[in-house]
């Protein structure tokens, strides 16, 4: 049993997360290792799980989405994840560092014509911030937006772009007052179509394959003032607001990769035999297992309790940075740690692509580096609690 079942789930918490793992075990598990092995974005898998709404799970039924809240969204990726990590990605991107930034910074207008095609995953939605040369650091971008009457022209680099090879749409955030650095960014949404965007090198990354990955380059791309996300110099503030979504993401994320490996270690256990035994009556395998389900079942509640908080946030205001950010450092470095011992338990099969081990292994790495490495995260983390800088 996890903390999982002992929590009060209403039925339509029930009925999305069974959906989710319906849809994840039948369409997408089966062609997981293919996806990953070809690095080729799933096109058909995005678009039927669009189709039955986990594209835009906490967006409003009116801008075409599912109408759910928080807890649903990471019960759903949660499963999305177990079968591949690189689909649960896309799901996130979308989801969180998309369509809710647009939802709550956005005009009427922007929901309108940004929000309904991506979250019915009709569209690819994409985030950028990173730049070759500015990553923790945002106030050191070297992109560029300069205001000329209703327009502005945006040049420069942007790197690390989760989508972008096949994305219609991207938050791109980028510097329109250089001199104040945090505060001299602003966002906008950028449409992938017009000229002066192409898309640069595609990163070739050690895991999540299949969410294509790629540098953006600007070259006097025009964007009129109505694509501006906020006002001038709101970007960072937009940022991080958005990142605070993503996080609680990138945990569901990680613990959806960290159970696949669990459950596989666990059966591997209970049949491979060595020594005239089960390898799981060792006592080196058995604490192993009994350490991976501890941490798993804390992740869940920090991820739990994370994606609460951002309900409340939208009665109350409140930000829910420390509970993301809390849920994001635990769950990530869980799953570095639970894949790690799956991979020591299965031995050489760990090691080998005929079984996923050493797939959710690579996976499991980047859920500590993006959206705020685990650095990062201790460094939020103490400075809410301490009140120092």
């Known amino acids: 049993m996890s903390s999982a079942d002992l929590f009060p789930l209403s039925e339509e918490h029930a009925m999305i997360r069974q959906a989710a793992r319906d849809f994840a075990q039948n369409e997408i598990a089966p062609v997981a290792a293919e996806f990953d092995e070809t690095g080729e974005f799933p096109v058909k898998t995005i678009r039927k799980m669009g189709e039955i709404g986990l594209m835009g799970v906490e967006v409003p039924e009116e801008y075409g989405g599912a109408g759910m809240d928080a807890l649903a969204y990471v019960l759903a990726l949660e499963e999305i994840c177990k079968a591949d990590a690189a689909h649960g990605t896309i799901m996130s991107v979308n989801n969180s560092l998309f369509c809710f930034g647009i939802l709550k910074f956005g005009t009427e207008a922007q929901k309108q014509k940004y929000v309904r095609g991506v979250a019915s995953g009709q569209a690819v939605g994409a985030y950028s911030l990173t730049e070759p040369m500015s990553g923790s650091d945002a106030g050191t971008m070297r992109s560029r937006a300069v205001r000329e009457g209703d327009q502005y022209v945006i040049n420069g680099r942007k790197s690390w772009v989760t989508s972008a090879p096949v994305a219609e749409y991207i938050v791109v955030f980028t510097m329109t007052a250089p001199e104040k650095k945090h505060r001299g960014i602003t966002a906008f949404i950028v449409e992938t179509d ?92 058995s604490f192993k297992l009994a350490d ?72 499991a790495k980047i859920t500590e580096i993006y959206e705020g490495t685990s650095e990062i995260q201790r460094l939020v983390i103490a400075r809410m609690e301490t009140g120092l800088r």
Do not use: W
């Open 194 to 285: 017009k000229p002066g965007f192409a898309v640069g090198k595609k990163e070739p990354k050690l895991g999540i394959r299949a969410s294509a990955t790629s540098e953006i380059v600007f070259e006097d791309y025009h964007i009129p003032v109505e694509n501006r996300l906020g006002e001038e110099g709101e970007g960072f503030k937009i940022a991080m607001a958005v990142l605070d979504a993503g996080r609680i993401g990138i945990a569901s994320q990680a613990l959806g990769i960290a159970e696949a490996a669990y459950e596989a270690s666990l059966m591997h256990a209970r049949e491979r035999e060595a020594f005239g035994q089960k390898i799981g009556e060792f006592q080196g395998i």
């Open 292 to 363: 991976m389900k501890t941490r798993i079942e804390a992740a869940r509640l920090l991820i739990y309790n994370a994606a609460m908080a951002k309900e409340r946030s939208k009665q109350t205001g409140e930000r829910f940075t420390l509970e993301a950010s809390m849920a994001k450092l635990f769950a990530s470095e869980m799953a570095m740690f639970v894949t790690h011992a799956a991979v020591q338990i299965h031995g050489g099969l760990g090691y080998s692509k005929e079984l996923p081990i050493e797939r959710y292994f690579r996976d």
